[in-house]
């Protein structure tokens, strides 16, 4: 079993800043990519940015220059710190960790899913 606990969502007015948080805990063996995806009313879920386990990351057109994803490999914690934020930036944001794990002796591996947090970027 393995448990995503997000945080730091809310409002904020145009141009503020927000930084999310994703803690992963359980039966973890290690953790390869994490990430950030969003999904706005009416819209399709969409990938916002993701880093792996070397620290190489990854960002929609949409956000770079204005997010940063970083990871804390010891606490089995995501970040996306978002700076510059536009009322088009507001969505529910999941984060998705994909986990390896001993199954029977053998290792497993699957991806999870937090239950996202409302941002709400409007003056």
């Known amino acids: 079993q393995v448990q995503l606990v997000e945080s730091g969502g809310g409002l904020v007015q145009p141009g503020g800043s927000l930084r999310l948080s994703c803690a992963a805990s359980?039966?973890?063996?290690?953790?390869?990519?994490m990430g950030w995806y969003r999904q706005a009313p009416g819209k399709q879920r969409e990938l916002v940015a993701a880093?792996?386990?070397?620290?190489?990351?990854n960002y929609a057109d949409s956000v770079k220059g204005r997010f940063t994803i970083s990871r804390d490999n010891a606490k089995n914690t995501v970040y996306l710190q978002m700076n510059s934020l536009k009322p088009a930036d507001t969505a529910v944001y999941y984060c998705?960790?994909?986990?390896?794990?001993?199954?029977?002796?053998?290792?497993?591996?699957?991806?999870?899913w937090g239950t996202g947090t409302l941002v709400t970027v409007s003056s």
């Open positions: 998705t960790v994909a986990i390896v794990y001993i199954k029977s002796a053998v290792l497993a591996a699957m991806d999870y």
């Open positions: 359980g039966s973890i063996f290690s953790i390869n990519a």
């Open positions: 880093i792996t386990s070397g620290g190489s990351t």
